[in-house]
């Protein structure tokens, strides 16, 4: 069956969000591996590093002073589920992209149910943070989780392709 060009466009951009979602899962995991190695000393050395001469040029700015401040009340707890967090975010995102990619039936409404649970709480620290790039990263979820809907949709009229 050949695809009309706004059918293999859409297929093309969930493709691409799918990917990006794989490699997001990628970096998710290695940060949470280096967290649970990483000492909370080393972590206060690496935030300095990357905070001392923006912070000598603009005391005032904001990025660096937000991340000086959240190292401060950074605990080894806060570490610790920060890292399980971002294995077990990573390491699932990563098994459902290789099921999407795959084209296995289940990977479809799994993907649509986890995507939209961790979108749930994305949006709840939207609201509470009022961040700029974690909304972005939400409306990106929301589209994705439609793509990979509608795509569901087309592998079970088509299982043949």
């Not at 700015?61 to 401060?72: C, E, K, P, V």
């Not at 709480?121 to 609201?127: D, G, I, K, L």
């Amino acid at each position: 069956m050949k695809l009309n060009l706004s059918e293999k466009r859409i297929r093309e951009i969930f493709y691409l969000g799918v990917i990006l979602k794989g490699i997001d899962g990628v970096i998710e995991t290695i940060a949470g591996v280096a967290l649970l190695f990483i000492s909370q000393a080393k972590l206060g050395a690496i935030v300095t590093f990357f905070t001392r001469e923006e912070l000598l040029e603009d005391p005032h700015d904001t990025i660096a002073n937000y991340l000086t401040h959240s190292f401060q009340t950074f605990s080894g707890a806060s570490q610790h589920f920060g890292a399980l967090y971002l294995l077990v975010h990573g390491v699932v995102k990563m098994a459902l992209v290789v099921g999407l990619l795959r084209n296995r039936l289940w990977a479809y409404p799994a993907a649509i149910a986890v995507f939209t649970a961790l979108g749930l709480y994305q949006t709840y620290y939207v609201v509470v943070d009022r961040s700029f790039l974690l909304t972005v990263l939400t409306i990106l979820d929301v589209i994705i989780i439609f793509l990979t809907w509608h795509e569901y949709r087309y592998r079970k009229q088509h299982p043949a392709e």
